[in-house]
């Protein structure tokens, strides 16, 4: 039964592929986007923004806090890096909490706990205060990390699913940008009130939308499970063959029991975790968040403007975002990834030449503009794919019953990557700046060759499929 059902997965998806019925198409999921699917993922990219503004927030405001509390640099690095331990906590508890109390119960829980926490900044006094509610906006912003593009990639049809759980880094981004130019402008204060704004945003939206249907396959709710749907793919549509699919695959993992972080480490998700894991080392120790954090500190150091440098970043990265979102289900995951590796290694390498020639004293005028080069060529290309893809393969290829260990531990893994980077990026700035530009470059060439030999294309997959073919069973 169970290797019965892993081959009939695949050997659906060749009849789909292979010119199927028209039937076929709308049940495996192979459907356009419904105005419930598009207000579903509004309502939960909601949560991406809260995220964004949480990251962006710490720069703006970081002058007025340090003026009207007094604050030393060690205490405001503190009230910094704490939203990153916050994350970690939430990120450990993500997964479980999503199984328990389901996709949107999750946001909700994640939006209440932020409002409390940026309430707290608005009133603070005293650094304590400061520290106590950005560690809870952190926590917050670690399960939305998880459940974001988990609940995305649960509701969409297969052939627009990528683009679709793209946004969440779309909307990442946008955050911490408009944080940056509403602080340029706002006190602190002020700022952290308006950070409250996405989530409540979020949390009256969650009122009119379905929760995810294979969550609600997987806790035993299966005509609430094929009810949204059918909502979610439209009153006329043909649902049998995709609520089938969820059907059958649900009640074979149900005869599994639920996993904990250990099981994860079975010769059978093997892939799986290679896969999940892998990429969010690679993604972090790229260097992203050391580059993203101290953008403006590197280009000082290399002899440009950090203002015009930062201006010059956002610019880059937006657009680079968005089209990473719209080439995500024509291009496919694979190549974007081995697209945007290349660039952030090509990126790194010209940063590391910049320092290099400063260093040996040669073309002293050129190498301010091959840094600033360099960066945006990394932003760009990370935007374009290392930044989102990874969370949406990690939403894909861990099958359901382990989904909530796997999320927990991926997430984890993410988070303590980006501490560690971002803790001791200026250490190494110290030591060498152009060691330090070399030793991402090698990471990233490594994600190169990573992404070549052991990341699936998921494409135009169900997610049954795609985990079926990953995980097998037996």
């Not at 007094?70 to 479980?96: D, N, P, Q, R």
């Not at 509610?133 to 399960?143: E, F, I």
Request: glycine residues 12%; contains cysteine; charged residues 10%.
């Amino acid at each position: 039964m169970e290797e019965g059902l892993s081959s009939s997965l695949l050997k659906e998806k060749s009849q789909v592929h292979g010119g199927g019925s028209s039937r076929g198409e709308s049940g495996s999921g192979s459907t356009s986007a419904t105005s419930a699917v598009v207000l579903s993922t509004f309502v939960a990219v909601c949560g991406s923004y809260v995220f964004g503004s949480a990251i962006g927030y710490s720069s703006p405001a970081q002058s007025g806090i340090t003026n009207d509390l007094g604050l030393s640099v060690a205490e405001y690095s503190l009230f910094g890096s704490i939203l990153t331990i916050g994350a970690m906590i939430g990120a450990i508890m993500s997964g479980k909490i999503a199984d328990y109390i389901g996709r949107r119960g999750t946001m909700g829980f994640s939006d209440i706990v932020c409002i409390i926490g940026w309430v707290i900044i608005v009133f603070s006094k005293a650094a304590w205060w400061l520290d106590l509610g950005r560690l809870l906006v952190g926590y917050g912003m670690g399960l939305l990390s998880y459940v974001v593009p988990v609940y995305i990639a649960e509701i969409t049809p297969k052939n627009l699913r990528g683009g679709f759980t793209t946004v969440h880094q779309l909307m990442i981004c946008i955050g911490v940008s408009m944080t940056y130019l509403i602080g340029a402008f706002l006190n602190w204060r002020i700022l952290a009130l308006i950070g409250t704004i996405p989530c409540l945003v979020q949390l009256i939206g969650l009122c009119f939308i379905p929760e995810s249907p294979r969550w609600l396959a997987k806790t035993g709710k299966g005509i609430e499970s094929e009810a949204a749907l059918q909502r979610l793919r439209g009153a006329d549509a043909d649902i049998s063959e995709e609520a089938a699919e969820i059907r059958e695959y649900t009640e074979t993992l149900e005869r599994l029991s639920e996993g904990g972080i250990l099981e994860l480490f079975q010769r059978k998700y093997a892939h799986s975790l290679i896969v999940g894991v892998g990429l969010m080392v690679l993604q972090q120790f790229g260097g992203v968040n050391g580059i993203a954090f101290y953008a403006s500190s590197i280009f000082i150091s290399a002899g440009f403007s950090g203002s015009i440098g930062m201006i010059a970043m956002v610019v880059i990265q937006i657009p680079m975002t968005l089209l990473g979102v719209l080439l995500m289900d024509k291009s496919g995951r694979r190549p974007l990834l081995l697209v945007s590796a290349a660039g952030t290694c090509l990126g790194c390498l010209l940063a590391a030449l910049s320092f290099l020639f400063q260093d040996l004293q040669q073309w002293i005028k050129a190498t301010p503009f091959l840094a600033l080069v360099g960066v945006l060529v990394y932003t760009g290309s990370f935007s374009l794919g290392m930044g989102g893809i990874p969370w949406v393969i990690m939403s894909e290829v861990f099958p359901i019953n382990m989904k909530g260990s796997a999320g927990s531990l991926v997430t984890l893994v993410s988070w303590l990557g980006s501490w560690i980077i971002s803790f001791t990026f200026n250490f190494l700035m110290k030591w060498s700046s152009t060691g330090t530009f070399f030793a991402f470059s090698a990471i990233c060439s490594l994600t190169v060759l990573f992404v070549a030999k052991l990341v699936p294309e998921t494409k135009g997959r169900t997610l049954e499929e795609i985990q079926a073919s990953m995980n097998p069973f037996s």
